[in-house]
């Protein structure tokens, strides 16, 4: 099992940026890989982004072109870089492992979960 710990939320006006943070510990980071989700209030948690152990990234298209994923191995933590914030990107953010198989996109696919972290974007 790989513990999770995300960090970097707050409230931000549109326009503004953000950088998430998620430090994994516990089982070996390698070969894992990773993904950003988030939830808004009364909303199914969706996919933001995702990127794999050998450096391969996805991204959902509602955040193509602002959000960047990227990771640092010999930390053992992830990143998402968010710019152009807009109100509707307002949710809790989580990251997540994958030891497995399955789509990047899909929830089912993670087996570890951090416990979320908020972010906030005023019009």
């Known amino acids: 099992q790989v513990q999770l710990v995300e960090s970097g939320g707050g409230l931000v006006q549109t326009g503004g940026s953000l950088r998430l943070s998620c430090a994994a510990s516990g089982r070996t980071f390698s070969g894992y890989g990773m993904g950003w989700f988030r939830q808004a209030t009364g909303m199914e948690r969706e996919f933001v982004a995702g990127i794999s152990w050998t450096g391969n990234i996805y991204y959902a298209d509602s955040v193509k072109g602002r959000f960047t994923i990227s990771r640092n191995s010999a930390k053992n933590t992830v990143y998402l870089q968010m710019n152009s914030l807009k109100p509707e990107d307002t949710a809790v953010y989580y990251c997540?492992?994958?030891?497995?198989?399955?789509?990047?996109?899909?929830?089912?696919?993670?087996?570890?979960w951090g416990q979320g972290t908020q972010v906030t974007v005023s019009s």
């Open positions: 997540a492992a994958k030891a497995r198989g399955g789509p990047y996109y899909e929830t089912r696919s993670y087996d570890d």
